[in-house]
Nanobody, 123 residues
Framework: VQLQASGGGLVQAGGSLRLSCTAS????????MGWFRQAPGKERDFVAA????????YYADSVKGRFAISRDRAKDTMYLQMNSLKPEDTAVYYC?????????????????WGQGTLVTVSS
């Protein structure tokens, strides 16, 4: 099982980044997927999730209206477009594959995790 997250980096407040997560077809084609993040010294928090076919999406209140999750099943890739970034968005971002077709907000509902990509937003 392989999940590869990429696209993190350093950006100024108000800027944008797009994260990508590529998964093996066997693990993701019929499963929901999601993004979580973990800031230094804090718990891992839910960011966004998308159902297996992309029909349903969910967002944490803190990112609603600024972030957009999407997926391309033909490429086995999930994306997180992050706009209007704030310093409090600074964290390591993890992608994950849900145990179910419709992904939830709890980390225990996810079976596979990527290695994380660091996003740093400067003020």
């Amino acid at each position: 099982v392989q999940l590869q997250a990429s696209g993190g980096g350093l950006v100024q407040a108000g800027g944008s980044l797009r994260l990508s997560c590529t998964a093996s077809r066997r693990t993701s084609s019929n499963n929901g997927m999601g993004w979580f993040r973990q800031a230094p010294g804090k718990e891992r928090d839910f960011v966004a999730a998308i159902s297996w076919n992309g029909q349903y999406t969910y967002y944490a209140d803190s990112v609603k209206g600024r972030f957009a999750i999407s997926r391309d099943r033909a490429k086995d890739t999930m994306y997180l477009q992050m706009n209007s970034l704030k310093p409090e968005d600074t964290a390591v971002y993890y992608c994950a594959v849900s145990r179910r077709a419709v992904a939830g907000t709890g980390a225990d509902g996810y079976a596979y995790w990527g290695q994380g990509t660091l996003v740093t937003v400067s003020s």
